[in-house]
């Protein structure tokens, strides 16, 4: 497993040395939501009993930088590398499609987790958050940001330029997110939307992670948590299925 992890400490690298744009500026927009929605709605909304606004923004901020980051890790990773052509350099040593799917994956979750820690701690400064069950906001931080990794490579892997991706970001990626109930509960929507969101993954994903800190959660997160496994399974057979073919690699 050498070249597994030279080639995870490389993509680990990649985003670590320019920590200011990879991370930071993440960190940076989430903080403005923040304040935003938080200014104008704390005294308005409460979503939970309990549960001031604030509160209840934050793990929704927390996922969405968790998913948009490991999408963007794994994904920009294998575009610029296509495109600069030092792709060869990772296809050339004897590397498996496992360990290459594995490194990749990796990365991008290191990635998405570094900035959904820098979310919280910048958010413990605005508001007090609880955590009453850690175990499940692991589970959905690493089932989620599975997903949203392999997504990203699948993405690399298809684009062959950059606004290939930027189509996949704005298209896909960001209407998944915002319309997940990041910044709402789906129960203040109407019955027709209400329905809408249910066929929207993301919203299992953050209302599981949701259910983690407060204990409360718009459906129940063992639902949730069917939901989104399959989600893990079948893109992540798909990524290694595509890896081995060689699909814009190789050919």
């Known amino acids: 497993m050498s070249g597994f992890r030279t080639l995870l400490y490389k993509e680990i690298l990649r985003f670590w040395k320019v920590l200011v744009q990879t991370v930071g500026a993440p960190v ?19 979503v939970y009993p309990g549960v001031h606004y604030t509160a209840f923004l934050m793990p929704g901020l927390i996922m969405m930088a968790i998913l948009q980051n490991a999408f963007a890790n794994s994904s920009s990773s294998l575009i610029q590398s296509k495109i600069t052509g030092n792709i060869v350099f990772v296809l050339l040593p004897p590397l498996s ?9 990796i990365a991008a979750l290191v990635r998405g987790f570094a900035v959904g820690l820098g979310v919280l701690l910048v958010g413990l400064f605005f508001t007090d958050i609880e955590m009453r069950h850690p175990l499940w906001i692991l589970a959905f931080a ?5 997903v949203f990794a392999c997504m990203g490579i699948l993405a690399g892997i ?7 991706l930027a189509a996949v970001q704005n298209f896909i990626i960001m209407p998944l997110t915002f319309l997940s109930g990041v910044f709402f509960s789906i129960h203040s929507l109407s019955p027709f ?15 599981g992670f949701r259910y983690g800190f407060f204990g409360q959660g718009d459906v129940d997160p063992w639902l949730g948590l ?8 079948l893109l992540s057979l798909l990524t290694l299925a595509m890896l081995k073919s060689g699909y814009k690699l190789r050919h």
């Open 97 to 105: 499609y496992l360990e290459f799917f594995l490194a990749y994956l």
């Open 158 to 164: 298809w684009a062959n330029q950059f606004d290939n």
């Open 193 to 207: 939307w209400q329905a809408v969101s249910h066929f929207n993954p993301v919203f299992y994903m953050i209302d």
């Open 142 to 146: 690493l089932a989620s940001g599975t």
């Open 28 to 46: 940076l927009t989430s903080l403005l939501y923040l304040l935003i929605f938080s200014h104008v709605l704390e005294d308005h909304v409460q």
């Open 226 to 233: 069917a939901v989104v496994m399959p989600f893990v399974l």
